[in-house]
């Protein structure tokens, strides 16, 4: 990264005349506290549209490139009266685990008057609630958040209501099975696709016959949600009805989490049909992605293998 002092990016922030240049984004990455402060004491006098930009380029830096880390302005943004950048940095913290983010994320649940956010800031904590269930954050530290996904759960906004569903599918609570039960019951496919989110979270294959049964919804949201958890449940036997749905299926996103998820499960023939597949691709993004799946397969195949060959402790020799 060549050195370009701060005040020269802050002088290019604040000029409206002149669009802001790309090439200075990554350089919000890592802000030292004298840079953070230097813009936070900008900030209150940068257009609105302007600052909305900045944060929509920040955020496809940082999903281009997940070691660039804005944390720091993103945690300060928090507080911003502006909805768009509050969500903005939400989705900047996405790989953030620092535990001051937890208290910070709960007081948005709670108290943010827009369910967007409300939204975006349950969906985070369910990284809290996975590393809690790891054992990697004590559980009197997550309670609070427990209590206050299960009522957001009931809220009366219904995307609120889903992502809190989804989050709460990482916790184990007696409380949990039956809400997800009742959303695959539910008419509505986003409720049906949550409730498939929240199985896929909870790394339970009880869930075997409703994700399984899912594969072959009309619905796209569903069939994506249903193809994605398959994998990540390791669901043996939904190989080969994913192995049939690779001819099938015309949703690129859809056709991508099959794959995806048949590289996660293996098995007798996965290796040959992606590997047709790769020698029929011609999209160079469709390429990468089946070598990619042909990697992750190998990693797949070679944790079976790895298996196979443990021995048990406790047999007798």
């Known amino acids: 990264m060549r050195e370009i002092p701060f005040s020269t990016i802050l002088n290019a922030l604040a000029d409206p005349a002149r669009a802001f240049p790309k090439r200075y984004l990554e350089h919000f990455s890592d802000l030292s506290q004298q840079d953070l402060a230097a813009l936070m004491q900008l900030w209150p006098q940068i257009a609105s549209t302007r600052k909305r930009s900045l944060l929509k380029g920040l955020v496809e830096q940082f999903q281009e490139d997940t070691l660039l880390s804005f944390d720091d302005l993103a945690m300060q943004l928090l507080s911003d009266p502006d909805e768009e950048l509050r969500l903005s940095a939400l989705l ?73 569903l989804e989050a709460l599918g990482y916790a184990t609570h007696p409380a949990v099975p039956g809400l997800i039960t009742t959303a695959f019951a539910h008419p509505d496919p986003q409720w049906q696709a949550a409730a498939l989110n ?29 193809a994605e958890a398959a994998g990540t449940l390791e669901l043996k036997p939904a190989r080969l009805l994913l192995i049939s749905l690779l001819e099938e299926e015309d ?40 070598e990619d799946a042909l990697l992750n397969l190998s990693f797949t195949e070679d944790n079976e293998a790895f298996d196979l060959l443990a021995l048990d402790p406790e047999d007798p020799e």
């Open 92 to 164: 900047l913290l996405e790989e953030t685990r620092a535990p001051r983010l937890l208290s910070r994320l709960h007081d948005l649940l709670t108290n943010d008057p827009q369910p967007a956010v409300r939204a975006a800031a349950a969906h985070l904590l369910g990284n809290f609630i996975q590393l809690a269930e790891l054992e990697e954050l004590p559980n009197e530290k997550i309670a609070p958040t427990l209590a206050a996904l299960l009522a957001a759960v009931t809220d009366t906004d219904g995307h609120l209501a889903r992502t809190a």
């Open 251 to 290: 949703d690129d996103e859809v056709l991508q989490a099959i794959i995806w998820s048949l590289s996660q499960i293996g098995g007798e023939d996965v290796r040959t049909y992606l590997q047709t597949l790769l020698d029929e691709a011609e999209d160079d993004e469709m390429i990468e992605f089946l």
């Open 198 to 226: 929240a199985a896929k979270n909870s790394s339970d294959a009880r869930w075997q016959e409703q994700v399984l049964a899912a594969l072959n919804s009309p619905d796209q949201p569903v069939r994506l949600a249903a």
